[in-house]
Every structure is written in structure tokens, then in C-alpha cells.
């Protein structure tokens, strides 16, 4: 018993001696579990972060830029309890920018030729109105698809013609564009007077109603596209051939030379001039106002004097332009074809303006001449 005892006092002993050091050691564990939570805690702010976008492990600020052909894709996932949302990258395949159609004017290979203005337009032409003398001249006798410059001529024939400009005329289905599906705020069964149909057809380039005063001419559309080629004979118009009115075809063709007789030829008309650059103008459609503004910003600059112009494109024919401007005095015709950019011809205007306004009346010296 007495040896029982003994042992069992020394097997006590011994527990309590160990007592501490057991202690010690869950302290250190529980201490290391402890830092092992926070910092997995401390990942999943990382990558959950409020306001933050993540891709995989990594946050990305708000200003931050998703690389080129990648996009972010929104993910809801669930942290601790927590629904998060977190954005992901996914990588897409680039689609190869399709190459712009080339224009009859690249298919000849003018858009080769140089000019020392570095003029964005493949043809041009300035003419002193005065006395036809040519200024400048860049493959100025090739003829050319010349989209709604078209619709100048359409406006002389109708003014010329005589027709009652207070007719009301309708707009049929006749006059949709099936053919390039151009766009028109003209609707089928809208009715406009000849007058109105003329205005926006010079100042806004409307298809449908440069349509519709063809069709309203006495024997229909083909026999007013044949006024139109015999009045461009009269002209002298050689390289010019009309199919429609409105100029949506691209074998509506001409040269810069013939579209300078013809500006010429317009320029007699006031109402050619006033109606092809009106800044804007509201006009009544079946009882409605509608305003419609130029294709041609120009009219609106106060630093310019223009008194005819019309503007064009069609993909064939590239971005045209037909102008009648005084510039330092001097009344002179520009025509601008096939040039590329949505505002190059303008800005091709205004380098030849200021090419004109360097040099005196009288003394003009053509670039590189």
C-alpha cells in the first residue's frame, strides 16, 4: 500500500510538472491558428475588396484599364457568409478591322497623285467665276461617281421647269432607297410642297424628296433624268451622265470641270442659292414642323462668304463637294471629289482659302509652278 501511495504521488508530481509546458504549447498553437485565420482573412479583403475589380487574385482599382481584346465579366460569389461581387478578365479574340471599300477615284489610282497642299481629295478644281480661268487643278477631267452633287442638277431642272412650288407631293414607297438603305426622316405618306421637297433635298441632302420631285416631273422619273442629261449637254457637260435624281447611284458621273458649268449655271437661280445654304430651316410635313440643318457646316461660319454649294458620299464616290465662295474679293468655284474623311473636304476648302488669300488677285501662281 505504502508503495502504491509512493507512486501515486510521484505520477501526480509529474502531471503538474508538465502542466505548464502543455499549457505553453496550446497557447503557441492556438496563437498560430489564430494568425493563420487573419491572415486568410486578410486575403480575402484582398481580393473581394468593395469597389475593387478582381481578376483571379489580384484587385484592380476602378481607373484601371482592361488590356487590349480582354473584358471584365461580373461574378457573385459567397466569402465567409458574404455575398461579393468580384470582376473577372475574359480574353476574346480580336476581329480584324474590315478595310474601307475603295473608291472609284483609288480604283484609277488618283488617290496617287500629290499636290503641294496636300489636298485630302483625289480631284480638285478652283475657277475664277469671272472668266473661267483655272487656279488649280488636280485630275480635273476624269469623270467620277458624284453622289447628291446630283441633286443640284435636279434643282435646275425643277426650277427651270417651271412647276408650281406650292404643289403638295407625297412621299411614296417609290422613293425608299432599297438599293444602299439610306436613311430618311421622311416617312411613306408624308406630304411636303415642291418648294419644301427642294429646300431639303439642296440644304439636307433628302433623298426620298429629291425622289419624289423627280417622279412629279410630267412623264415620271425617266423623263426627268433625260431633262437632266440634255440639260448637262446644253451645259457642256461631256463627261457627266445622270441615272436618278438623287445621286445614290454610282453611275452618276462626272467630272470636276462639267460640275464647275454647272455651278456656274445653278449660281443664276436665287432660290438654288438660297435653299443650298440656309444654315436650317423648319419646314411643314403633313401639317408637322420639322427642322433640318446643312450637310455643310461651312454656311454657318460668319468667316465665310458662300453663295452655292452641295455636298455628296456615297462609298464609290467618296466625300464631294461643290462650292461657289468669295474669297479676298474674288467670286471663285471649288469642286472637291472623292476625298477621304468625313470632314476633309471642308478642311481641304479651307486650306485652298487660305492658299487664295496669300497670293494677290492677278498674280496667282499655281503650287510647285
Request: with cysteine; glycine share 8%.
Amino acid at each position: 500500500m505504502a508503495k502504491f501511495k509512493l507512486a501515486l504521488g510521484l505520477l501526480a508530481s509529474l502531471l503538474f510538472a508538465l502542466a505548464p509546458a502543455a499549457a505553453v504549447h496550446a497557447k503557441e498553437a492556438a496563437s498560430k491558428s489564430s494568425a493563420a485565420k487573419k491572415q486568410n482573412s486578410k486575403k480575402v479583403k484582398v481580393v473581394v475588396r468593395k469597389g475593387a475589380r478582381a481578376t483571379g487574385d489580384r484587385a484592380i482599382g476602378p481607373r484601371a484599364k482592361a488590356a487590349p481584346r480582354e473584358k471584365a465579366v461580373r461574378r457573385v460569389v459567397t466569402v465567409r457568409g458574404k455575398r461579393k461581387v468580384i470582376y473577372q478578365r475574359v480574353t476574346s479574340a480580336a476581329v480584324p478591322m474590315a478595310a474601307p471599300m475603295p473608291t472609284m477615284g483609288d480604283l484609277a489610282g488618283l488617290n496617287l497623285t500629290r499636290d503641294p497642299l496636300d489636298l485630302k481629295s483625289s480631284v480638285a478644281l478652283v475657277l475664277d467665276q469671272s472668266n473661267a480661268e483655272v487656279l488649280f487643278e488636280k485630275n480635273s477631267n476624269v469623270a467620277l461617281p458624284i453622289a447628291s452633287i446630283t441633286k443640284m442638277m435636279t434643282g435646275l431642272v425643277v426650277v427651270e421647269a417651271g412647276q408650281d412650288m406650292e404643289e403638295v407631293l407625297t412621299i411614296t414607297d417609290d422613293d425608299v432607297d432599297r438599293a444602299k438603305f439610306s436613311s430618311s426622316r421622311l416617312k411613306v405618306g408624308s406630304q411636303l410642297t415642291r418648294s419644301n421637297m427642294l429646300h431639303i433635298a439642296l440644304m439636307s441632302s433628302e433623298n426620298r424628296a429629291a425622289s419624289a420631285l423627280g417622279r412629279n416631273y410630267p412623264g415620271g422619273l425617266p423623263a426627268f433624268v433625260s431633262a437632266m442629261n440634255a440639260k448637262a449637254r446644253k451645259l457642256g457637260m461631256n463627261d457627266t451622265r445622270y441615272v436618278d435624281s438623287s445621286g445614290l447611284s454610282k453611275m452618276n458621273v462626272a467630272s470636276a470641270h462639267d460640275l464647275a458649268k454647272l455651278a456656274m449655271a445653278a449660281f443664276q437661280q436665287p432660290l438654288l442659292r438660297q435653299f443650298s445654304t440656309d444654315p436650317k430651316a423648319i419646314v411643314e410635313a403633313s401639317g408637322h414642323p420639322m427642322q433640318f440643318g446643312n450637310t455643310n457646316h461651312l454656311v454657318a461660319n460668319p468667316g465665310w462668304d458662300i453663295g452655292l454649294q452641295k455636298t455628296g458620299f456615297i462609298n464609290e464616290a467618296g466625300r464631294c463637294l461643290l462650292m461657289q465662295a468669295v474669297i479676298e474679293g474674288r467670286s471663285v468655284i471649288m469642286v472637291f471629289l472623292d476625298s477621304k474623311g468625313k470632314q476633309s473636304r471642308t478642311a481641304d476648302a479651307g486650306r485652298m482659302r487660305k492658299w487664295l488669300e496669300a497670293l494677290k488677285p492677278g498674280n496667282l501662281v499655281l503650287p510647285g509652278g
